[in-house]
């Protein structure tokens, strides 16, 4: 890049050659579908045996071509625009420059040396001074300092002048050259081999790829994508974009989409569809158990993404970030008028467990809550780093260190919540915050937060080791609004009190002796809870105290983990922290009900329990 290419460059060019990509990509998207769907589809019905195998191998094979053509015509055109934007202010810098030179009658040589005639007066002789070149120095140049800027005197006063002129085409050339470097990186890595086989190795170069466009564009994405602003505010600019563009960001940045609070959740959970087989391919083949513990919760969900069900799933967040990031709603958010959007606690993270077990807490809530009222949509929320501990673990811990989670993650949570709060379609939404274990000290302080959880109506906590505040009512919703289940065997809801860790500590080390790790818990929570002075929990009140003063609705006591009443006087149990909203046999039918039931805005239906 130098002054005569950026005086040539023409940015419609690369705009217009976006949009030649771009129906490239929607071309081949379009060619997929019609594989996958029509093609295909009709060939299993109708035709079975060794051809019929074969062709439909050819076919996936096909598919696979189209949607790697699809990705990859899709980032080609994200650079592309993001050039064509970035490189247009330089260049208009350069024209002013240039305009600048010519109406003063000033000459500039091909490596941007602006010219200067003779003027003002030689005090010696009498006569003018001479003119001369000067160079731009872009290390002394300030952007609108004026034409003192290079810091130079003369008594000639086209000299300061020329110099200003000099500096501002150097500044403009160097700002074009390190745009066009960085997006040419970029574009080079978008060059495929002729005869490419699209295999695993090949979707992770496009997981790479997606990287780089992302990184080239940062400058591009930071002045067109409202990211500083609230979720409200993104929505409405989403919805000023015309169809091409909003196509063009979820075909170029399909990680960012999918993750940006206030995009609308089909939106989101179509970008997040594109994204995930890319996370998935950047994982494979490393061999670290983080990598592996991911992959394991990615293919499991795309997995269930695959399997067509009731209530419809969403992915409305998708990242391999911290400990994992996944956001899951059985049931659309947008068009429902009941929404609920659930924390999960203690040593949750993105993996297969969690696309099992955790998920399937948020469809159990969705399914029983479209019983009592269809317009329900439930939302699991993994958006921030869960501890990665035992119960047994948590209460010998600090306290201030293991807040630090929840804290985090309450703003995040928050986001979230507005961002449901600006894409529902409905004008009084009905949303629930729910909190689980450690997830409702989490909820606890994102309500503390100024302004609240956004948009929220009630608030469930179940199984909780407190929530932060000493009652329901300093959680901003009104105490009436405010649910806790805590099952009787559950030993999260019986730890101890920091006052009380001395007798906890004491009961672990003796239950230890008596029944290995799970008679330590167990003697933890009896030792430390056998006087009953206090309603205090490990992060505040007891949210199932009568202190507290929220509504406690029943739930089964649960299974216990081990009984020995005639030591301990107590059943505490791992399995009853865990069976909230299942509502199988064995399980816990009753929370899970009275969980859909405020979820459903039908709290008629709960059934309620005397606080401890």
């Not at 909820?443 to 505040?469: C, E, N, R, Y």
Request: with cysteine; proline share 6%; charged share 25%.
């Amino acid at each position: 890049m130098d002054l005569e290419t950026l005086k040539a460059v023409t940015p419609s060019g690369y705009a217009e050659a976006a949009d030649g990509y771009r129906a490239v990509s929607d071309m081949a998207d379009a060619a997929k579908d019609r594989v996958d769907r029509q093609i295909a589809a009709s060939l299993r019905k109708a035709e079975e045996g060794e051809a019929a195998d074969a062709a439909l191998k050819q076919l996936r094979r096909l598919s696979e071509n189209f949607h790697y053509t699809q990705v990859e015509c899709g980032l080609i055109s994200g650079a592309l625009n993001g050039f064509s934007s970035e490189i247009t202010a330089p260049r208009r810098r350069l024209l002013e420059a240039l305009g600048d030179a010519k109406a003063l009658s000033y000459s500039v040589d091909a490596d941007g040396g602006v010219g200067y005639p003779a003027g003002g007066e030689n005090e010696a002789t009498g006569g003018e001074l001479p003119g001369g070149t000067v160079q731009g120095n872009t290390g002394r140049y300030t952007p609108g300092l004026g034409p003192d800027a290079s810091g130079l005197h003369s008594p000639n006063p086209h000299r300061a002048k020329a110099q200003d002129i000099a500096d501002r085409i150097a500044h403009a050339v160097q700002e074009a050259t390190e745009t066009d470097a960085r997006y040419s990186r970029a574009l080079a890595r978008l060059r495929a081999a002729p005869g490419l086989g699209v295999g695993i190795g090949t979707w992770a170069d496009v997981a790479s790829d997606v990287q780089a466009v992302s990184s080239a564009a940062s400058r591009y994405l930071q002045d067109h994508i409202p990211l500083d602003k609230t979720p409200a505010d993104r929505k409405q600019w989403w919805d000023g974009l015309s169809a091409e563009q909003r196509d063009e960001y979820k075909r170029a940045f399909p990680e960012l989409i999918g993750n940006l609070d206030g995009i609308p959740s089909a939106i989101r959970d179509e970008a997040n569809r594109e994204n995930l087989p890319l996370l998935i391919a950047s994982l494979e083949g490393k061999d670290d158990e983080d990598s592996r513990t991911k992959l394991g919760g990615l293919k499991r969900i795309q997995e269930r993404l695959n399997t067509v069900g009731a209530p419809p799933m969403y992915l409305l967040g998708i990242g391999d970030e911290g400990n994992g990031r996944a956001i899951i709603s059985f049931g659309d958010p947008d068009t429902s008028k009941n929404i609920s959007a659930y924390v999960p606690g203690l040593d949750t993270k993105l993996d297969k467990e969690f696309a099992d077990g955790t998920v399937n807490r948020a469809f159990y809530t969705a399914k029983l809550g479209r019983e009592m009222n269809p317009s329900t949509a439930s939302i699991v929320w993994l958006g921030y780093d869960a501890p990665q501990m035992t119960p047994l673990e948590l209460f010998s811990g600090s306290s201030v260190m293991l807040a630090n989670n929840a804290e985090l993650g309450a703003p995040a949570y928050n986001s979230f919540m507005s961002g449901i709060a600006a894409t529902n379609e409905n004008a009084d939404p009905h949303v629930t915050a729910i909190g689980h274990s450690y997830g409702s000290l989490t909820v606890g302080t994102a309500a503390k937060q100024p302004g609240g959880i956004p948009g929220v109506d009630d608030i469930v906590l179940v199984g909780s080791p407190g929530a932060g505040v000493d009652k329901a009512s300093d959680l901003g919703i009104g105490k009436d609004h405010v649910w806790v289940g805590s099952a009787d065997n559950d030993v999260v809801t019986r730890l101890p009190s920091h006052e009380e860790g001395g007798s906890a500590l004491l009961g672990a080390g003796l239950g230890a002796v008596a029944g290995g790790p799970a008679g330590a818990l167990l003697g933890a929570a009896a030792g430390g809870r056998a006087s009953d002075r206090d309603d205090d929990l490990w992060f505040g009140k007891d949210p199932a105290s009568a202190a507290f003063g929220a509504n406690r609705f029943k739930t089964l006591p649960g299974p216990t983990l081990v009984s020995m009443p005639d030591v301990w006087n107590s059943d505490l149990s791992f399995d009853a922290h865990s069976n909230y909203f299942n509502p199988e046999a064995g399980k816990d039918q009753v929370s899970a009900r009275n969980i859909a039931a405020v979820v459903a805005g039908e709290p008629g239906y709960v059934s309620r329990e005397k606080p401890r």
